[in-house]
């Protein structure tokens, strides 16, 4: 939207100034739209597009029902696009605009054509856009494995530095050296990018304590997983730099103290190079080992031998893949078993408390579930009674148990979990479920506090006691 308010501002501005221009001049009105019918005649053979796609019939080719302010007041909470990407030019600027708003290739084409009659110059068509733009000094293209772009940390902080968006109040102060110390968050996955295609993106993400969004370090693009020398070694290059030396940027010295790798089970396997978490030796902090049962592994509810960062570091740990090393390694202050926290949103919400919700309500189960249909309508008209004085604090409103359980997404599970569940499940599960449920609630809500602090070995027996009764 910023970008074609942006182009409906120039385009209107040069309309104002040739409407100045014909007015000054002392030319008839049938001469003047014969000239005018003839440039059109002519726009169409060279263009061979049909002036019906050029808008409305007062000559505006870009106008639309919104007025400029409209757009304006609307996207006030948008974040402009070139802040986003300072440094991009035109050709990348229309490229972003074709990805991102999912625009057809005749409709690009015809605004291409549109800017080059207008005397802007740009590639004639999508695939000359897309060659232009890609001629940049941060992509390396990896022939048999797919494109690979590095933005670098430092052009992250960069960007938040100059647009006033890192909040300096946050972080630490060095009072000797004057260096900014900063703690940051890692995010590392990949995800599809098409149903019909193995093509599959795999970005960096990153997010410093002044700052609350993340932003993206680097990104891969092919058909496979990429080589971890491919995606890491770079990154582990400057990460090291900046736990030992610091960056410096725009007059401030920046110095990494802590870093926390956050990533699903199959992501963190991958860039540490260790077994499966569904493999006999899956868990990768402690050294139990797993055994078949039912068509899979299971563990013991017990804790086995805790693993060490040093073990790690030395490559004795028996879930580490032979012959297979990673470039993260090479990173001192990085410890496999310290700075790889679980994974919040899929061990506890899409994992453990999504089971327990399936095997006490979910159809699927058949007599296995624990309570009649009965009264599991009458938990779901309950919910929905209480459902419109949810806060607006809350991403989501709760919804029916009985028809929408398979589509609750982590957020909900998060809901019920932490706030609603005690609440709505009292006066409908038998006592032994809802103690249990109880268990897990309370361990996980004084695990996410930091209030709390004096409650954790109150709540590493809770975890301990639902566990052992699953």
Same mark, same amino acid.
């Given at each position: 939207?910023?970008? #074609?308010?942006?182009?409906?501002?120039?385009?209107?501005?040069?309309?104002?100034?040739?409407?100045?221009?014909?007015?000054?001049?002392?030319?008839?009105?049938?001469?003047?739209?014969?000239?005018?019918?003839?440039?059109?005649?002519?726009?169409?053979?060279?263009?061979?597009?049909?002036?019906?796609?050029?808008?409305?019939?007062? @000559?505006?080719?870009?106008?639309?029902?919104?007025?400029?302010?409209?757009? =304006? %007041?609307?996207?006030?909470?948008?974040?402009?696009?070139?802040?986003?990407?300072?440094?991009?030019?035109?050709?990348?600027? &229309?490229?972003?605009?074709?990805?991102?708003?999912?625009?057809?290739?005749?409709?690009?084409?015809?605004?291409?054509?549109?800017?080059?009659?207008? @005397?802007?110059?740009?590639?004639? !068509?999508?695939? @000359?856009?897309?060659?232009?733009?890609?001629?940049? !000094?941060? *992509? +390396?293209?990896? #022939?048999?494995?797919?494109?690979?772009?590095?933005?670098?940390?430092?052009?992250?902080? %960069?960007?938040?530095?100059?647009?006033?968006?890192?909040?300096?109040s946050k972080c630490i102060t060095d009072s000797e050296t004057g260096h900014i110390k900063v703690n940051s968050i890692f995010n590392i996955d990949g995800m599809p990018l098409y149903n019909s295609s193995s093509m599959s993106a795999w970005p960096i993400l990153m997010k410093v304590s002044g700052y609350l969004r993340p932003l993206p370090i680097a990104i891969f693009v092919g058909k496979s997983k990429?080589?971890?020398?491919?995606?890491?070694?770079?990154?582990?290059?400057?990460?090291?730099?900046?736990? !030992?030396?610091?960056?410096?940027?725009?007059?401030?010295?920046?110095? &990494? =103290?802590? #870093?926390?790798?956050?990533?699903?089970?199959?992501?963190?396997?991958?860039?540490? +190079?260790?077994?499966?978490?569904?493999?006999?030796?899956?868990?990768?902090?402690?050294?139990?080992?797993?055994?078949? /049962?039912?068509?899979?592994?299971?563990?013991?509810?017990?804790?086995?031998?805790?693993?060490?960062?040093?073990? *790690?570091?030395? +490559?004795?740990?028996?879930?580490?893949?032979?012959?297979?090393? $990673?470039?993260?390694?090479?990173?001192?202050?990085?410890?496999?078993?310290?700075?790889?926290?679980?994974?919040?949103?899929?061990?506890?919400?899409?994992?453990?408390?999504?089971?327990? /919700?399936?095997?006490? /309500?979910?159809?699927?189960?058949?007599? +296995?579930?624990?309570?009649?249909?009965?009264?599991?309508? %009458? &938990?779901?008209?309950?919910?929905? !009674?209480?459902?419109?004085?949810?806060?607006?604090?809350?991403?989501?409103?709760?919804?029916?148990?009985? $028809?929408?359980?398979?589509?609750?997404?982590?957020?909900?599970?998060?809901?019920?979990?932490?706030?609603?569940?005690?609440?709505?499940?009292?006066?409908?599960?038998?006592?032994?479920?809802?103690?249990?449920?109880?268990?897990?609630?309370?361990?996980?809500?004084?695990?996410?506090?930091?209030?709390?602090? $004096?409650?954790?070995?109150?709540?590493?027996?809770?975890?301990?006691?639902?566990?052992?009764?699953?």
């Amino acid at each position: 939207r910023n970008f #074609a308010r942006k182009v409906l501002q120039g385009c209107l501005e040069e309309i104002e100034v040739e409407q100045l221009q014909k007015a000054s001049e002392p030319i008839n009105q049938d001469q003047t739209q014969g000239n005018n019918h003839q440039q059109d005649e002519e726009f169409i053979q060279a263009e061979e597009y049909d002036t019906d796609f050029l808008g409305n019939s007062q @000559g505006n080719p870009m106008d639309n029902s919104e007025s400029d302010e409209d757009l =304006v %007041e609307e996207d006030q909470d948008i974040p402009e696009v070139e802040d986003a990407t300072p440094e991009l030019t035109i050709e990348q600027e &229309l490229l972003l605009f074709y990805i991102l708003f999912n625009v057809s290739r005749s409709a690009m084409a015809w605004i291409l054509a549109f800017l080059n009659h207008k @005397g802007i110059s740009v590639p004639k !068509s999508v695939y @000359g856009l897309k060659k232009h733009s890609a001629n940049s !000094s941060y *992509y +390396s293209i990896i #022939a048999t494995k797919g494109d690979f772009f590095y933005v670098s940390m430092a052009k992250n902080l %960069e960007f938040w530095v100059s647009n006033n968006y890192f909040d300096f109040s946050k972080c630490i102060t060095d009072s000797e050296t004057g260096h900014i110390k900063v703690n940051s968050i890692f995010n590392i996955d990949g995800m599809p990018l098409y149903n019909s295609s193995s093509m599959s993106a795999w970005p960096i993400l990153m997010k410093v304590s002044g700052y609350l969004r993340p932003l993206p370090i680097a990104i891969f693009v092919g058909k496979s997983k990429p080589s971890l020398n491919i995606l890491l070694s770079r990154f582990c290059e400057e990460l090291n730099i900046f736990f !030992s030396n610091g960056i410096q940027v725009l007059g401030h010295h920046f110095k &990494l =103290v802590r #870093a926390l790798f956050v990533c699903d089970a199959p992501a963190h396997a991958h860039i540490c +190079s260790i077994m499966n978490h569904n493999s006999r030796m899956g868990c990768s902090y402690c050294q139990a080992e797993g055994r078949h /049962f039912a068509n899979r592994i299971v563990f013991s509810s017990s804790i086995g031998t805790l693993r060490t960062d040093q073990c *790690y570091a030395d +490559s004795k740990e028996n879930n580490q893949k032979v012959g297979h090393s $990673t470039p993260l390694l090479s990173i001192k202050n990085i410890g496999f078993y310290s700075h790889f926290p679980p994974d919040y949103q899929h061990a506890v919400c899409l994992g453990v408390c999504r089971k327990v /919700f399936n095997f006490l /309500f979910s159809s699927k189960f058949g007599s +296995s579930c624990k309570i009649s249909a009965l009264k599991l309508k %009458e &938990l779901s008209d309950f919910i929905d !009674s209480y459902a419109k004085f949810t806060p607006a604090e809350f991403q989501r409103r709760p919804r029916r148990i009985d $028809t929408n359980l398979a589509h609750f997404k982590a957020t909900e599970f998060r809901l019920f979990l932490l706030y609603l569940g005690p609440f709505f499940f009292r006066k409908f599960l038998p006592q032994k479920y809802y103690d249990h449920f109880l268990h897990l609630h309370f361990s996980i809500y004084v695990f996410c506090s930091d209030v709390h602090q $004096t409650l954790l070995p109150n709540a590493y027996r809770c975890i301990e006691i639902f566990v052992k009764e699953m």
